[in-house]
């Protein structure tokens, strides 16, 4: 699915991506752990394809095709979708509309038609309904006076109608309370189905918790540190990142 080979980035020429290797096959969920500024929303944002980064070596392979020869809008309609840290806010496009789109660009891409309204309504209210949100909620614009909670909800909505090969997730668990955290994990883990994948980065164990992974990375000063099993985050959690750089592989 996603195959990473020596990825070094810089952002104005500062380096801070140093050889990142990564693969990721269909099916599985990664978490990419790490202390701040070690370069974790940096790596989502090169995958995702947002300005500002240069990739200065190393090669990055999506579902057999070359990603880096992709703009952000190939990579979406290739599939790979990405949430925010801090999911902006779109001042005036209702929700609905965006969604529809998103989703009929995607079976554009597909070689499908356009998703008939009865159609869409029906999955749009089985998602809602999956993560506990109000249909008030379509017509409301994307994002404007959401409370964190609703924003990240809203971004697993998106990812439960446009059901991406990879989904990346950064902090999905940053500031929410334990039943929205709840709700969002429940989400992600319905998107597993033993092909899509999902790279998700976060501070805390707690979210691996709901949501387990097949594959821990502790990313230090951007590089992969060291990489184990779900409880690998366990230990993090006790010894800090320090203790397991130190005690671990370097
Ligand atoms: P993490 O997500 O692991 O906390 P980031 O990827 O956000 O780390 O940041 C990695 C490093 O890149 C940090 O030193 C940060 O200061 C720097 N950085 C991130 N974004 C920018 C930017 N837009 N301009 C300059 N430096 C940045
Ligand atoms: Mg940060
Ligand atoms: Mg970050």
Redesign the pocket.
């Known amino acids: 699915m996603l195959e990473i080979k020596n990825l070094h980035a810089t952002?104005?020429d500062?380096p801070?991506l140093k050889g990142i290797d990564l693969t990721i096959r269909p099916g599985e969920v990664h978490a990419i752990m790490?202390?701040?500024?070690?370069?974790?929303?940096?790596?989502s944002?090169v995958l995702a394809g947002k300005d500002?980064y240069e990739v200065t070596e190393g090669s990055i392979l999506f579902d057999g095709q070359d990603l880096l020869e992709m703009d952000v809008e190939e990579r979406a309609r290739a599939g790979l979708l990405m949430g925010f840290?801090y999911p902006v806010e779109i001042p005036g496009v209702k929700n609905i509309y965006l969604l529809r789109a998103a989703l009929n660009a995607k079976r554009e891409a597909e070689g499908l038609g356009e998703i008939p309204a009865p159609e869409f309504m029906k999955l749009i209210r089985a998602k809602l309904a999956e993560m506990k949100m109000d249909s008030s909620f379509l017509q409301r614009a994307v994002n404007e006076g959401f409370s964190g909670g609703e924003k990240k909800r809203n971004e697993i909505l998106q990812m439960l109608v446009l059901e991406p090969k990879l989904a990346l997730l950064?902090e999905i668990d940053s500031g929410l309370d334990i039943d929205a955290l709840r709700v969002v994990s429940e989400g992600v883990n319905s998107l597993r189905d033993g092909q899509r994948s999902i790279l998700m980065?976060t501070h805390y164990q707690r979210l691996l918790d709901y949501i387990v992974p097949d594959q821990v990375h502790v990313?230090v000063d951007?590089r992969i540190v060291k990489s184990g099993d779900h409880t690998l985050a366990q230990q993090l959690e006790k010894t800090g990142y320090e203790g397991v750089v130190e005690g671990g592989q370097a």
């Open positions: 952002i104005d500062k801070i790490g202390p701040n500024g070690a370069g974790k929303s940096t790596l944002s500002g840290q950064d980065v990313l951007g």
